[in-house]
């Protein structure tokens, strides 16, 4: 099983970012997928997640309004846009897949089986 994030970068407060999650060896229709983040210094946090059915998404407070998870079944891949971006964002993110996550479980990180390597964001104020 391999997930591999990608598209983040530097940017300036308020700009937007897209990042990918591609996945292979793993059906990905069937898992529940999440991003986590973490920053220099502190413990990885929950950012947002959608079920395998697309039925539920949290979102941490922090990005709830800012942030949009989704997902593309047909090309195996998890997308999170992220716009209105603060400094405060500034964190490697992380995406994860779970095969059995409970709806109360997706914000935890040891509900997921999988992760990622994990993909830089920046923001300049």
């Known amino acids: 099983v391999q997930l591999q994030a990608s598209g983040g970068g530097l940017v300036q407060t308020g700009d937007s970012l897209r990042l990918s999650c591609t996945t292979s060896?793993?059906?990905?229709?069937?898992?529940?997928m999440g991003w986590f983040r973490q920053a220099p210094g502190k413990e990885r946090e929950f950012v947002a997640a959608?079920?395998?059915?697309?039925?539920?998404?949290p979102y941490a407070d922090s990005v709830k309004g800012r942030f949009a998870i989704s997902r593309d079944n047909a090309k195996n891949t998890l997308y999170l846009q992220m716009n209105s971006l603060k400094p405060e964002d500034t964190a490697v993110y992380y995406c994860?897949?779970?095969?059995?996550?409970?709806?109360?479980?997706?914000?935890?990180?040891?509900?997921?089986?999988?992760w990622g390597q994990g993909t830089q964001v920046t923001v300049s104020s």
């Open positions: 959608i079920k395998w059915s697309g039925d539920s998404k």
């Open positions: 060896g793993l059906t990905f229709r069937s898992y529940t």
């Open positions: 994860a897949a779970g095969r059995r996550v409970i709806t109360s479980s997706m914000g935890t990180a040891q509900a997921y089986d999988y």
